[in-house]
């Protein structure tokens, strides 16, 4: 499912116009997105929490070759399923 899907799927549950549903569906992710800069956590109790990590400075090796490069450290994004979700998917 891609975005667009996803925005007329929420239309439809939600009974909105397409349009009020982007413009939901944009919102929720903005703020999410806003979060994670501030190194801020979002949970949705059941469903997950979206939070950040800090992925330390490391040398790796170039794949095929005997070449290595140097990756810097970096903050990535994670999610971490909730227990509710967790049992739905599994079923």
């Known amino acids: 499912m891609n ?20 413009g939901a569906v944009d919102a929720v992710l903005e703020v999410i997105t806003e979060a994670l800069v501030k190194k801020d ?6 469903f997950g929490t979206f939070a950040t990590a800090e992925r330390a400075a490391r040398v790796a090796k170039v794949p095929g070759t005997d070449k290595t490069v140097n990756v810097p450290a970096t903050t990535v994004a994670k999610f ?7 049992e739905v998917v599994a079923k």
């Open 3 to 22: 975005k667009t899907e996803f925005i007329d799927a929420v239309a439809v549950k939600a009974g909105l116009s397409k349009k009020d549903a982007k």
């Open 41 to 46: 956590s979002v949970s949705f109790i059941g």
């Open 80 to 86: 971490k399923v909730g227990k509710s979700l967790k």
